[in-house]
């Protein structure tokens, strides 16, 4: 999505008052956007896994009933300084960033919209929740956000496909012990 070399993936300590401003910006998403069809908003990602090393970005899942619907909400959020993706190859979601350069100094937040109770919608809470409850689980997750940071710290399509395979396998085994 951005080519723009200072998109650095930096990892930092977690910072108590993410959750905080995740619900501020909850909060700002649901007065814009006072729709029906909006049935969910949550803080996902790793600033909502307390305790874990994670990109200073704050992750918000909007689950809606029909993403074809869920269009109308492009002009909205861009209109609150985030950028579409428009070339999003995943065509059952809808994707923003703030912050992002050359458009700000660094991403602050991440929108994704999907259908709720979608597979996606599903794993990404169960993933949160898992590593919430499991300080194990976490830990590994850490160690391995840290080693793709630093192998993969200008590629952020590689540091993601990195973590695929530990995130899917966490969602099972939440999957299994629900």
């Known amino acids: 999505m951005n080519d723009d070399p200072r998109d650095v993936i930096s990892l930092t300590v977690y910072d108590k008052t993410w959750p905080e401003k995740a619900a ?5 998403l649901h ?7 909006i049935i969910d908003i949550q803080h996902i990602g790793s600033t909502a896994i307390v305790g874990l090393t994670a990109k200073p970005i704050l992750d918000i899942m909007i689950g ?3 993403i074809a619907e869920a269009r109308a ?10 950028v579409f993706w428009a070339e999003n190859p995943k065509k059952d979601r809808l994707f923003f960033v703030k912050g992002m350069p050359p458009f700000g100094e660094a991403r602050t937040h991440h ?17 949160r929740d898992y590593l919430n409850q499991h300080v194990q689980a976490r830990q ?3 160690q391995l956000k840290e080693m793709l940071a ?18 899917k396998n966490i969602a099972q085994q939440a999957y299994q012990a629900l």
């Open 24 to 28: 501020q910006e909850i909060q700002r």
């Open 31 to 37: 007065q814009a956007c006072p729709f029906s069809w």
């Open 64 to 66: 809606v009933k029909d």
């Open 73 to 82: 909400l492009i002009p909205i959020i861009t209109a609150m300084d985030y």
């Open 111 to 127: 929108v994704h919209v999907i259908e709720f109770n979608a597979d996606e919608w599903i794993a990404r809470l169960a993933f």
């Open 140 to 142: 590994e997750y850490a």
């Open 150 to 167: 630093r192998q993969f710290s200008h590629d952020r399509e590689a540091y993601t496909e990195g973590k695929t395979t530990f995130i």
